[in-house]
């Protein structure tokens, strides 16, 4: 059971931690212009591109354990290099969850997306997924799905933090000596968890008795999912209630800046990746949905931290939503934002009110 595994793991990573002191970079043009520009983990794999089932290519073995490392392919003995059957379903698998054309083939834009920085949690845990591989197949002509899938997804068991324990702390990594302002990022990246649902997060300084411990670690730092270096996996975080987030801290995290006009390839934002892994630290899994928080990639010098109504009407499946949420903005919103919001009075939030009535709709014929 990977509940138990998960158990296991933050038993050993009491004792076995190894934090670092992460690369971390207060607004892009502290970047010095001399920094590298690293090609990323995955990289090499561009160079499968229009091998075909039935070939053998040096280095596949290696996509193959990419493949499993996130749930999509089942298989305890040594990989080969050839182009089997059991890889041509792993790729058509993954390239429904990505809204790829189902070829099986590794063509350049299924490449493409492989070789993308992303999160280390699995797409498909204990061989299930609620990405799209995992979903009904909808067709147009049945009105009754049609405008209600969802593509928000939870652990195995749906995990959540019970009813007692709504109120959760947060603490740093001592070794990591992290300074305020990166500390900030995550406090911003909560609030905008806890402005659609009832959950508070409040900052603490101790670490041990902190309900979401985070923390930067490179390579193997003793939960048997060791960091890649620079992009490849950027960071992974447990189901609840195990309440522990994970960053590389081998990445060129941007702390603060417009990250989309960096001249360092390599450069992440921090907030982004935050939001994702405290939707993972509350029991979401991923999302096929692209423009979802939950999306299991995200490019390097992109920001994406708004949450997507795929985003907020899975947490508040499990929450249950916040009565000062209209459904429009997060508290973050610039004013710029919120100057636009009261121009086009609330359009957007009388859409997600509709797709969330439309849902729930849908969830009572399931359940009648
Ligand atoms: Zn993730
Ligand atoms: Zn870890």
Redo the contacts with the bound molecule.
């Keep these: 059971m990977r509940l138990i595994y998960f158990f296991v793991?933050a038993v050993c990573?009491t004792v076995s931690?190894t934090p670092i002191s992460a690369h971390f970079y207060p607004n892009i043009s502290s970047i010095p212009p001399s920094f590298n520009h690293p090609r990323g983990a995955w990289e090499a794999f561009r160079n499968f591109s229009g091998c075909h089932p039935g070939e053998k290519v040096d280095g596949l073995s290696k996509l193959k354990n990419y493949l499993k490392h996130f749930g999509y392919i089942n298989s305890s003995s040594e990989f080969t290099d050839d182009f089997d059957d059991a890889l041509r379903f792993a790729l058509e698998t993954y390239q429904k969850n990505f809204n790829l054309n189902a070829t099986g083939e590794l063509d350049e834009r299924t490449l493409q997306q492989i070789v993308r920085p992303r999160c280390?949690v699995p797409d498909i845990v204990n061989g299930s997924t609620t990405m799209n591989s995992g979903k009904e197949t909808t067709s147009p002509s049945n009105a009754t799905h049609f405008h209600t899938v969802s593509h928000y997804s939870f652990f195995p068991g749906t995990p959540r933090w019970p009813d007692s324990r709504r109120d959760l702390t947060y603490a740093f990594e001592p070794e990591n000596n992290l300074t305020d302002d990166v500390k900030s990022v995550f406090t911003r990246a909560f609030e905008r968890w806890s402005t659609v649902t009832t959950l508070t997060f409040t900052q603490t300084a101790s670490f041990y008795d902190a309900d979401i411990k985070i923390g930067f670690?490179v390579g193997d730092?003793?939960?048997g999912?060791?960091?890649d270096g620079v992009l490849g996996t950027l960071a992974?975080a447990f189901s609840p209630t195990s309440g522990?987030l994970?960053l590389d801290g081998a990445e060129t995290w941007v702390v603060s800046g417009d990250v989309t006009t960096s001249s360092e390839t390599s450069a992440v934002d921090l907030e982004s990746v935050a939001v994702h892994e405290i939707g993972h630290l509350l029991g979401l899994g991923h999302s096929s949905e692209e423009e979802a928080i939950m999306y299991p990639t995200i490019s390097s010098r992109s920001r994406k931290v708004e949450l997507a109504s795929d985003d907020v009407t899975g947490i508040q499946q499990l929450y249950g939503a916040n009565p000062s949420y209209n459904g429009s903005s997060t508290p973050s919103a610039g004013a710029e934002e919120r100057d636009n919001s009261n121009a086009a009075p609330n359009i957007s939030g009388s859409m997600w009110a509709m797709r969330a009535l439309l849902t729930v709709g849908f969830g009572l014929l399931l359940l009648f």
């Design positions: 793991v990573l931690s280390g670690f730092h003793g939960d999912e060791p960091f992974h522990r994970h």
